[in-house]
């Protein structure tokens, strides 16, 4: 996998500062972070750069399995 790609969707699931997912499965929404903090506002962007992540990842896998 594209390794900036793999780093950024990761520190959504956990592998941040804070060690806490970002993403609520339940609402489909992405808490907004800093280093410091984790607020539970589910902003747009944060939302959509969640999205544009997984969009990629999910590019990526199928690109290799047809490869």
């Known amino acids: ?5 793999g780093i ?6 956990g592998n941040n500062d804070k060690q806490e ?3 609520d499965f339940t609402t ?3 808490m907004t ?4 903090t984790v607020n539970q506002n589910q902003g747009a962007e944060s939302t959509l750069s969640w999205l544009l992540a ?3 990842v999910m590019s ?3 690109e290799l399995q047809i490869e």
């Open 1 to 5: 996998m594209d390794k900036p790609v």
């Open 21 to 23: 997912p970002l993403c």
């Open 33 to 36: 972070a800093t280093s410091s």
């Open 60 to 62: 990526i896998r199928q």
């Open 8 to 13: 950024a969707f990761s520190w959504f699931v």
């Open 28 to 30: 489909g929404g992405v």
């Open 54 to 56: 997984l969009h990629r």
